[in-house]
């Protein structure tokens, strides 16, 4: 949930305030969105939930996380570093020239933090929900008041998704302008048709509250049941500028942003309407788009936000590594996106992730024998591609692994958690919570 921290807040609302029409928003949001030209860059965010190093179940004291993150703050990153409305740490790598370049900015920068935060007694936690502790809000702030009383409006999925969940989320340039209606559209639509790919081969989120939740992605379910207004994607049939542009005037505007006091949260209020019976101003448009968080948000580059944080320290890299190698390897991508196309078929009745596929995969993870077979196709791909894109060994060993160990048998690290909870075959008072 990356844009929900500092960088959510964007602009000063003291600012000079010259109000939007509706066609300059359309324009200005076609013309940020995506950006035209080779892939050459890649980044990676990576989320983390905190937990006390004695152990996963102690609770960590707003003091205690507040103390970290102050002597955070002294330490030189190449990452920026921000905190959750929950006090989830995320890094954000800079725009990286390689895969390998950024597993190495992003590696060096984690190591500095866990050192700090091993002298506080605490320790980062690969988890996709924090299984054991209940929502609890951190940060305390205008922006996260007005998110958390939105969101309330749904039931407490919102609260979960802002305070318990992490995520790693691959940013990869949007690449050239194709030729045809579609313009963008080639990666913009493997990214959301490979979606539930990624969302059942790392899911990494089936606990809750304590208790499993009876789906392998929790963190995807949460995102679902917060409104297709705030977490879905616009429609693939249409050219991705004109069609996120849509999506961006009729979506629901979270907040409205005041100089001083509580920030208003309007109910039933599209930006579309606030242009045609108010004042919305380019940092208004600016904050409503981080308001935003579909499965493939476009932000200049695509950010690919379906994909569970994951355990172990480097446990991050594979996700990326895979991803990365699949985009922007040629042969890759054109193996990926013919792996992928005969699911499609079942992605057409609703935008993601509000249609079967999606809550298939979020539910079921690899179980489903259709994602199991295309998500083999994909790894097998992607690791036959790591080494045309510069990836070291380790890279390619810990891909090759994790095919091995759960894509090739239909798991994912859900199932892992699944086991030490409930016994090796994930059952429980005889009730098999896998399905």
């Known amino acids: 949930m ?4 500092s960088s959510a807040s964007g602009s000063d609302c003291t600012e000079t305030r010259t109000a939007l029409t509706e066609a300059e928003v359309e324009a200005l949001v076609k013309g940020i969105c995506f950006k035209t030209g080779p892939p050459r860059t890649v980044g990676v965010e990576v989320e983390w939930i905190v937990q006390e190093l004695r152990g ?6 707003p003091e205690r996380l507040a103390a970290a993150y102050e002597a955070l703050r002294t330490v030189p990153l190449s990452s920026a570093l921000t905190v959750e409305p929950g006090g989830q740490l995320e890094l954000s790598s800079p725009p990286a ?19 700090v935060l091993r002298e506080a007694g605490l320790v980062l936690a690969g988890l996709g929900t924090d299984p054991w502790h209940q929502p609890r809000r951190f940060l305390h702030e205008p922006r996260y008041d007005a998110m958390e009383a939105y969101l309330d409006r749904t039931g407490p999925a919102g609260r979960a998704m802002m305070c318990t969940s992490a995520s790693v989320q691959v940013c990869l340039d949007a690449g050239h302008e194709e030729p ?5 559209g080639r990666r913009w639509w493997l990214a959301h048709t490979l979606g539930p790919v990624l969302v059942a ?6 606990l809750l509250g304590s208790a499993p939740t009876g789906w392998r992605s929790t963190r995807q379910l949460l995102w679902m049941e917060i409104g297709a207004g705030r977490a879905g994607a616009p429609a693939l049939d249409r050219e991705p500028r004109a069609a ?16 001083a006091g509580p920030w208003d949260v309007p109910e039933d209020l599209t930006f579309r309407e606030w242009t045609r019976s108010g004042t919305p101003t380019r940092a208004d448009l600016d904050y409503h788009v981080s308001t935003l968080f579909p499965p493939v948000r476009p932000r200049g580059h695509l950010e690919l936000r379906m994909i569970d944080a994951q355990p172990g320290e480097d446990g991050w890299i594979v996700p990326l590594a895979v991803t990365t190698a699949l985009f922007d390897d040629p042969e890759a991508a054109e193996s990926a996106y013919r792996a992928v196309k005969p699911l499609a078929e079942r992605s057409r009745s609703l935008p993601a992730p509000h249609n079967p596929l999606w809550s298939e995969a979020a539910r079921a993870g690899l179980a489903d024998p259709e994602l ?32 091995e160990r759960y894509v090739r048998k239909g798991r994912s ?9 409930c016994g090796t075959d994930g059952r429980t008072h005889g009730k098999d919570i896998r399905t």
């Open 180 to 184: 045809g209606p579609l313009g963008h």
């Open 2 to 5: 990356s844009d929900t921290s």
């Open 56 to 61: 996963p179940r102690l609770p960590v004291t």
């Open 244 to 259: 996120w542009a849509r999506h961006v005037l009729d979506a629901p505007v979270m907040c409205v942003r005041r100089d």
């Open 413 to 421: 690290p859900a199932d892992d958690q699944l086991d030490r909870l």
């Open 372 to 403: 199991r077979e295309t998500a083999v196709a994909c790894f097998t791909t992607a690791l036959e591609a790591l080494p045309r894109i510069g990836a070291t060994t380790e890279v390619t060993d810990a891909v090759a692994a994790y095919l």
């Open 97 to 115: 020239a390689s895969l390998m370049e950024c597993v190495r900015t992003v590696s060096a920068d984690l190591d500095a933090v866990r050192a």
């Open 201 to 206: 081969a790392f899911a990494n989120s089936p």
